[in-house]
Each structure stands twice: as C-alpha cells, then as structure tokens.
C-alpha cells in the first residue's frame, strides 16, 4: 500500500494516501450532516429561530468541517513523505514557466479571497438589511439597490485581488487579448447591451423591486402586468398574475413602453364597459352601476364615480362606468367583484343585457 502510483506536488501518492483522503471525505460529510441535525433538533425543541448574522455564522461554522477535512488530508501525506513539510507543499510550483509560476500557495490565496468575498457580502446584506427596515420609510427597491452595488463592487475588488494571487500581470493580459474582446464584444453586443440596462434600471430607480408594471410581450394584444421580483446584472426576473416567474431582458425595461403602477400617484382611473337592451332606463341604470361601484370598498369615494353612454351598439346601448382606485396588484379581482355586484341589481331590477344578434335574409 506504500507503493508510490503518481506525484501529487511534492508528495509521493500510494494506494494508502488515497483510501485516507477518501474517508475523510466522508467523514467530512458525515459529520457536517449530524451537526446541522443536532443543531436543528436543539434549536426546534428550545424554540430558537435563528436570523442573519447568527445563522451566517452557524452555516460557516458547519462548512468549516470540510476546510478541516482538506488541511487533514494533507497532512495525510506525510505517512509516506517524512521530509516533506506544509511550508514545502505550499511553495511546490506546479506550473513554472518564463510568464506564468503558480504554487499551490497562490491556489489557497484564491480560494480564501473568493471565500472571505462571499461573507464580506453575506455581512454587508445583514447590516443593509438592519438599516433600511429601521427606517419608517423603508423602501424594498432602495434597499435591493444598495445590496447589489456592493455585491457588484466586492466581487470586482475581489477579482483582481485573486489576479494579484496568481502573479498575472493585468496589462499583459489585457493586451494579449484585446483582438479576442473586440471580436467577441461584436458577437454579443446584445448581451452587453442587457448588461448596461441593468445598471441604468439599479441606478436610475424608475424601476424596482417590488414594483408592478404593465407592458406588451409582442406575440400577443393583450398587455402582462408582473411585480418586479429580481434585478440582475443582464436579466429582471418577474410574477405575472398567474404567479409565474418570466425572465425578460433588461433592455426590454429601458427601451420599450412600460406601465409602472408603483411609480408616483398610486391612485387611477378604470373602466367596466356594460352592454344593456335598447329601450332600457338609461337613469336606472346609471344609478346601479354608481351604486355597484361605491359599494366596492376598495372605490375610492372621494373621486367621482361616472357612467357615460358610449355609443349606440348593433346589439344594444354600450355603456361605461368609470371610477377611481389605489392602481393594484388585485385590481382585476375588483373589476370582478363590481361586475357581480352590476349583474345580481340588474337581475333585481329587470334590466337585461341582450344577447349579440344576427339578422339572416334569404335571397
């Protein structure tokens, strides 16, 4: 089991090496499980609901199982490789050429950069979070703002600390693959595009997260109203009213048409077209849809509720009733519920709305 199969770096590796590293592995794994199980199991029966930075430090504290588990099994090494030191291993350069020496020192450098960028982050969304809901005018889309500049802005710092990890020099890198960019920077000018709306949509905060906007898709004529659920970098994700997730381009936010109902005045003006029977009392029947409307209690009665006589139709006198309300998420359920309220007065009253009619002559 001594026998060496390969080198790992300085290190000579045989069949023992890598049964060791195996099962810690699964130790590794095993362990991490019956620590989350435990812990979950403490915290329900005592009734403790962990939050933010508490439960950030309890999810690093369980994925540090695995950190242990790497540095052991380097150790493990040292069964069949007495004069090998950590130090050694970490200065071993298993790339070395004229331009590009990289250890396994600048690996670890990498990964505790990338590491240390992502609870850089975690902590700066828990001290965001606790600011803005303190505040009593506490705004949901200000707030996501704030948290993705700063991702934005870690990850990048982070970047070029891990390009300074690995010894790259960014001005040759850079020059080496202008040409590269330039040809790719044609290839997905579109992507690019997406990527620079997001940053107007994060800045300019006409639209946010939480808003609900109204705007045309192109396949069909009818117009989609979704809440804004998620805005990246090239993407916005959405909920439409059947409560499905759309991905739409960020472009498609900034230069196209949109609605924002959350934008200024939430208050505004809808129409519920009704069709009655030639011959009807246009007076009574004003009076019911007025009286179907400001029953409503989501009408606002401090506005005007109207009802005007559009025009004669082919099939009976076209009607509309028109009043105001908080532009909503559930307006659509408003409109509904108005609507029923209109059909059970004018089944009360007698008044019908006719059936569309066709006269057929025979030649």
């Known amino acids: 089991m001594l026998v060496k199969l390969f080198k790992f770096g300085p290190y000579d590796v045989c069949l023992l090496n890598i049964i ?98 992502k609870l850089l982050v975690n902590i700066i969304r828990l001290v965001l979070q606790r600011r803005f809901r303190k505040d009593t005018n506490y705004d949901r889309g200000t707030e996501y703002v704030y948290m993705q ?14 390009f300074g990890a690995l010894d790259v020099q960014l001005g040759i890198f850079l020059g080496g693959s202008a040409a590269l960019l330039v040809g790719l920077g044609l290839g997905v000018q579109d992507v690019f595009k997406d990527m620079f709306s997001g940053f107007v949509l994060l800045f300019e905060g006409s639209i946010r997260v939480g808003h609900v906007i109204e705007f045309h898709d192109g396949k069909s004529a009818e117009s989609i109203v979704a809440k804004i659920l998620k805005i990246n970098v090239r993407t916005t994700q959405i909920e439409t009213r059947d409560g499905n997730v759309l991905i739409v381009p960020n472009t498609k936010l900034t230069q ?21 029977q030639f011959g009807s009392d246009t007076q009574l029947v004003s009076d019911l849809l007025i009286q179907a409307a400001m029953s409503h209690p989501k009408v606002k009665k401090t506005e ?60």
Not at 28 to 45: G, V
Not at 149 to 162: D, E, G, M, P
Not at 310 to 320: A, R, Y
């Open 20 to 117: 060791t590293i195996a099962i810690l592995i699964v130790a590794a794994y095993i362990l991490r499980k019956i620590i989350q199980r435990n812990l979950k199991r403490y915290l329900s029966e005592a009734n403790i609901r962990l939050e933010g930075k508490k439960a950030i430090y309890l999810r690093i504290f369980s994925q540090s199982v695995y950190g242990l588990a790497g540095y052991f099994a380097i150790l493990s090494f040292n069964m069949n490789n007495h004069d090998v030191s950590f130090r050694e291993f970490l200065d071993y350069k298993f790339i070395d050429t004229s331009k590009i020496k990289l250890s396994f020192e600048n690996v670890l450098l990498v990964i505790v950069i990338i590491y240390s960028a």
């Open 149 to 162: 500049v700063t991702k934005y802005i870690v990850y990048t710092i982070s970047l070029f600390l891990c």
């Open 256 to 276: 196209e048409y949109i609605e924002n109902w959350s934008h200024g005045t939430s208050l505004s003006r809808f129409r519920i077209p009704v069709v009655v």
């Open 304 to 363: 005007p509720v109207q009802v005007r006589l559009v025009k004669f139709g082919e099939n009976g006198l076209e009607m509309e009733l028109i009043f105001w309300a908080d532009q909503n998420w559930d307006i659509n359920e408003y409109k509904s519920d108005i609507r029923f309220e209109i059909n059970r007065l004018f089944n009360h009253y007698k008044i019908v709305i006719p059936y569309p009619q066709r006269v057929l002559h025979q030649v």
